[in-house]
Nanobody, 121 residues
Framework: QVQLVESGGGLVQPGGSLRLSCTASGSDFSNYVMGWYRQNPGKQRERVAHTGSGGPADYADPVKGRFFISRENVKNMVTVNLQMNNLKPEDSAVYYC?????????????WGRGTQVTVSA
C-alpha cells in the first residue's frame, strides 16, 4: 500500500522556522520527483519545492532563499524534508507531500493528506 505521510506542521511566529517531513513507502520512490505543494481554502494548490533523485531542487519564487528541500533514499522508503525559515503569515497553508513519475501511459502520482502550517503572532 502506497503511503505518503507528512509531519512537522504547527503554529509558529513570523520569522520563525519549521521543518516538514514526508515519508513515502509502499513503492519504489527512488525515481520519483518528490516535493511539496500548499493550499489555502478557496485557492488553487500551488507548488512550493520539488527535487528529483539526482537533479537540482526547484523552488517557487515566493520561497526561494527561505525554504530548503532535502531527500533521503533509505532501502524501501524515501523521506523528503522541507526546512522553512523566516516564515511569513502568507506561508500559512496546508502543505501536501507530492510524488510523481512519468510512465508509458501517463504518470503515477501520489499525495499525502496534508499538514497545517500557521504563521501568526
Amino acid at each position: 500500500q502506497v503511503q505518503l505521510v507528512e509531519s512537522g506542521g504547527g503554529l509558529v511566529q513570523p520569522g520563525g522556522s519549521l521543518r516538514l517531513s514526508c515519508t513515502a513507502s509502499g513503492s519504489d520512490f527512488s525515481n520519483y520527483v518528490m516535493g511539496w505543494y500548499r493550499q489555502n481554502p478557496g485557492k488553487q494548490r500551488e507548488r512550493v519545492a520539488h527535487t528529483g533523485s539526482g537533479g537540482p531542487a526547484d523552488y517557487a519564487d515566493p520561497v526561494k532563499g527561505r525554504f530548503f528541500i532535502s531527500r533521503e533514499n533509505v532501502k524501501n522508503m524515501v523521506t523528503v524534508n522541507l526546512q522553512m525559515n523566516n516564515l511569513k503569515p502568507e506561508d500559512s497553508a496546508v502543505y501536501y507531500c507530492h510524488a510523481v513519475r512519468p510512465t508509458s501511459k501517463g504518470e503515477d502520482m501520489y499525495w499525502g493528506r496534508g499538514t497545517q502550517v500557521t504563521v501568526s503572532a
